[in-house]
């Protein structure tokens, strides 16, 4: 085809050939969307199992990217030990101090009318209240003790990795939030980059179009530009570490690692205000695999406090309720305390907050981490399933690609007016 040609075939389908850029640009951009949101939707598997069908990858990897970023926070962030070493026992103690003492008094009563409501009743109401005291002015030196004996094992009745999975697992929209907030602007790049590189791609394809008329042009070129748009962009997420200048004209540093700041300080804050909270951490100690473990300690305290308690009285208590109700009186007492343990702990939460200061520490140690280090934070967590992202695109604009072969061969091949596309399109359906 000579060049006088060629320009008159463009003359003549102009508006064709103009489109073709554009259409490269909707590929590039209708692909990313797609691929971003397979990441995170839908949120459960939509289909028949197991194949049939898909789940956002980040949800259906949610224990395994939860574990990874666990690893990740206790590797290099922040330890268990680090946390429960900023409470002070003593503020503890002060903290539960009111709601123990009206546990106690409950307690008291109820397991005294329980197990000896004769005798419990006829004690004078002086003589009531003097017991209750005296075990209500021990209770801060066992909560005291009980918090150090926690911190000192802790790795006995806190499994912190336990409790990030459940949590996570559990609340898999708090998953994709995490990774959609902390990447935002990761993400947006990566939309709109489908569009510029899209384009220049497009303009590459017209010209080779104009050149040959083959249709395998469109396929292949709509597959190019899905695939290489897709792994271009996260290339230029994550690479280089550092700022680099590109054939002596532009520097590029990779986006992730440019905002590491920001990156910084939106994972951090999530993080503590989602995950590692005060409230989570109580609730995995008395509800977790290692709750066993607190419990045991908890009732040595107790049991011992009753027998403390008693004292002297001691045989005399025996005698009247019997030693295994004894026991039992003594059992019961330790689940009283165990169940109002959580509504009771609920009062030191904003100091354990504050004492922790997990958001300012998560924060601070991860804009100081290296950019290797940084990488490992959010990236390997979904690093193994890129390639399905890149195919994704690659898939849809082969099928873009077909598309645009229909519409090149009626307009430009066989000359075929508009009408007969829209009748073709009309038969498909």
């Known amino acids: 085809m000579s060049f006088q040609e060629i320009v008159q075939d463009f003359q003549a389908h102009k508006w064709v050939y103009i489109s073709m850029p554009i259409i490269a640009a909707l590929i590039g951009y209708g692909t990313k969307i797609v691929a971003i949101r397979m990441m995170f939707e839908p949120l459960e598997f939509f289909g028949i199992k197991p194949f049939l069908g898909w789940q956002g990858i980040i949800p259906r990897k949610a224990a395994t990217m939860s574990a990874i970023a666990c690893d990740t926070l206790t590797s290099r962030l922040i330890t268990p ?118 384009f220049l791609i497009g303009l590459v394809q017209l010209v080779v179009w104009l050149l040959t008329h083959e249709p395998i042009i469109m396929p292949i070129f709509g597959l190019f530009t899905g695939w290489f748009t897709d792994w271009l962009a996260l290339q230029m997420i994550f690479a280089p570490q550092t700022p680099k200048k590109y054939l002596g004209i532009f520097t590029w540093h990779g986006l992730f690692f440019k905002r590491q700041q920001e990156v910084a300080s939106a994972y951090g804050a999530l993080i503590a205000e989602k995950v590692l909270t005060p409230s989570n951490m109580i609730e995995s100690i008395l509800k977790g695999k290692l709750s066993d473990n607190l419990f045991a300690m908890v009732t040595k305290h107790v049991q011992k406090a009753v027998d403390e308690q008693t004292g002297v009285l001691k045989p005399i208590v025996v005698f009247a309720v019997g030693s295994q109700r004894y026991k039992d009186m003594k059992d019961q007492v330790t689940a009283k305390i165990v169940e109002t343990m959580p509504k009771a702990l609920k009062h030191m939460e904003k100091y354990a907050e504050d004492a922790m200061d997990i958001k300012n520490t998560l924060v601070t140690k991860m804009q100081e981490l290296t950019p290797a280090e940084f990488e490992g934070v959010l990236r390997p967590a979904f690093k193994q399933d890129e390639w399905i992202l890149i195919t994704v695109g690659a898939v849809l604009g082969f099928l873009v690609g077909e598309l645009q072969v229909v519409l090149m061969e009626h307009f430009v091949l066989h000359q075929e007016p508009i009408s007969s596309l829209l009748r073709y399109f009309h038969g498909l359906v």
């Open 81 to 198: 030990r680090e946390i429960f070493s900023r409470l002070d026992p003593n503020r503890v103690a002060e903290e539960l101090e009111k709601p123990m003492l009206d546990v106690v008094e409950q307690i008291a009563h109820e397991v005294g009318s329980a197990y000896q409501p004769g005798l419990w009743e006829s004690v004078p109401e002086n003589i009531k209240k003097m017991l209750i005291k005296r075990i209500q002015a021990d209770s801060p030196a066992m909560v005291r003790d009980l918090m150090q004996q926690t911190k000192d094992n802790l790795d006995e009745v806190f499994d912190l990795k336990d409790m990030v999975i459940t949590n996570l697992t559990r609340d898999k929209k708090l998953l994709n939030e995490i990774f959609l907030e902390s990447g935002k602007e990761e993400f947006k790049f990566i939309r709109n980059s489908g569009i510029y590189f899209g």
